[in-house]
């Protein structure tokens, strides 16, 4: 079955640091990739999403590649603000006919002034 | 714009008892789900409904029922409550069989405490 897996958390970083999170997947056909994120005690809403093999997904300063030759879609931040303290969950969609969403553990991110 | 409305927002029930959680959305979308969350779990998928009158199961159904009687509201049932489902519960929204894309809008979530 569809899988997602990403980097154990929590993660810490100063304000203005560059920030990775990485996500791999496990899906049959063409998947959908998104990222997610949770900032304290709030729901879960959308940050960036990408449809197709190497598509960008883009938004606040956050960008994610989909990777099809290595199953990826990595998250990435040039310069992180403390606002941006949250967890972020990777997930997929398998597409046509499936309706669920399939969601990595989430890894929490911690930015320091 | 309320979008994705939950409550109550917080609950603690005895082993046993049973409870609703609600769900409201206003923006007319067809596919609602509820999901849970658990620490180092991430979320997992209890039920889903692409429309009035339609559900489904999802990866950890058992214990929950659900009804989809409006467009706009889908509740949660535990029919009897326990610790196991101690837990903070969400609802999603989204676009119905055609539009569906898996971008989906939450709720503030619901925390549930069995005792």
């Known amino acids: 079955g569809d899988s997602v897996t990403q980097m154990e958390g929590p993660v810490t970083l100063s304000e203005e640091a560059f920030l990775t999170i990485n996500c791999t997947y496990t899906?049959?056909?063409?998947?959908?990739l998104f990222w997610y994120v949770q900032y304290p005690g709030e729901g879960l809403q959308l940050l960036l999403k990408?449809?197709?093999?190497?598509d960008k997904g883009s938004n606040k300063g956050f960008e994610a590649t989909y990777r099809k030759e290595t199953t990826s879609f990595h998250l990435e931040k040039g310069s992180v603000q403390v606002s941006d303290s949250a967890v972020y969950f990777c997930?997929?969609?398998?597409?046509?006919?499936?309706?669920?969403?399939?969601f990595g553990k989430g890894t929490k991110l911690s930015v320091i002034p | 714009n309320a979008g994705v409305t939950q409550t109550p927002k917080f609950q603690v029930l005895k082993t046993g008892q049973s409870m609703t959680l609600q769900c409201a959305q206003d923006?007319?979308?067809?596919?609602m789900s509820w999901y849970r969350q658990d620490p180092g779990m991430g979320l997992r998928l209890i039920h889903y409904?692409?429309?009035?009158?339609?559900?489904d199961q999802g990866e950890v159904p058992n214990g929950y029922n659900v009804s989809r009687s409006t467009t706009e509201d889908f509740p949660l049932r535990l029919l009897s409550a326990a610790p196991s489902q101690t837990s903070v519960y969400f609802c999603a929204s989204s676009y119905g069989i055609a539009g569906y894309t898996g971008e989906l809008f939450f709720g503030e979530g619901s925390r549930l405490t069995v005792l």
């Open positions: 997930a997929l969609s398998s597409g046509a006919g499936s309706y669920q969403l399939t």
């Open positions: 923006m007319n979308h067809e596919y």
């Open positions: 990408a449809t197709k093999a190497d």
């Open positions: 409904s692409v429309g009035a009158g339609i559900t």
């Open positions: 899906a049959t056909g063409y998947p959908s």
